[in-house]
């Protein structure tokens, strides 16, 4: 079966819409709840740590809302063994990656074929993302460089993706400019 094919089918605009707008509005309300506790969320999370934390909203959005619409569970495990969801009719897993930048980072030693959303979101705003969908390989990892172990995934090659039909913008716009390559993200809450 070729997953890409199932979830470019299943997966529309419409429902990451839906999926990002619940998210923002859930991560808003944690940020609020640290600020009026004097726990400054800017002060005691960092980029990564917020990408984290968002990445888990929108999982467990993701599951909610993907079953309704689906009409079967679509899972989110509890452990980081198992995928960010699994979609039970076709057991298939879907990954999501979440970065406040313009590249997407992993693990070296995770990268199996697998499928994504892949997430930018503003780390200023806290209300502006871009998603797309995109089948991996392993190749398709970067090295990360002397700064990172992991490997990498940029917005340069989600772009070549988009033009050989290997991925799909659901949220925002990915364009090509002069200096290189644009991620236009869309405005939530």
Avoid at 36 to 61: T, Y
Wanted: net charge neutral; hydrophobic share 35%.
């Amino acid at each position: 079966m070729n997953t890409y094919s199932y979830f470019n089918e299943l997966i529309d605009s419409r429902l990451v819409d839906n999926i990002m707008r619940e998210s923002f509005r859930r991560f808003a309300k944690i940020r609020h709840a640290c600020n009026d506790e004097r726990v400054p969320f800017d002060e005691m999370f960092g980029s990564k740590n917020q990408s984290e934390i968002l990445s888990k909203i929108i999982e467990k959005v993701a599951s909610e809302q993907f079953t309704e619409a689906c009409g079967f569970d679509v899972i989110n495990p509890t452990t980081d063994n198992e995928p960010d969801l699994l979609f039970t009719e076709s057991a298939l897993p879907l990954e999501i990656k979440v970065t406040c930048g313009e590249n997407w980072t992993g693990g070296t030693f995770s990268k199996r074929p697998a499928d994504y959303l892949l997430v930018s979101w503003d780390k200023d705003s806290k209300r502006q993302a871009f998603v797309a969908l995109v089948h991996l390989e392993k190749n398709d990892w970067k090295p990360g460089g002397k700064n990172y172990y992991g490997t990498s995934f940029p917005k340069r090659s989600l772009y070549e993706a988009t033009q050989a039909g290997n991925a799909k913008v659901l949220v925002g716009a990915l364009e090509e400019t002069k200096r290189g390559h644009k991620l236009n993200r869309r405005l939530y809450l």
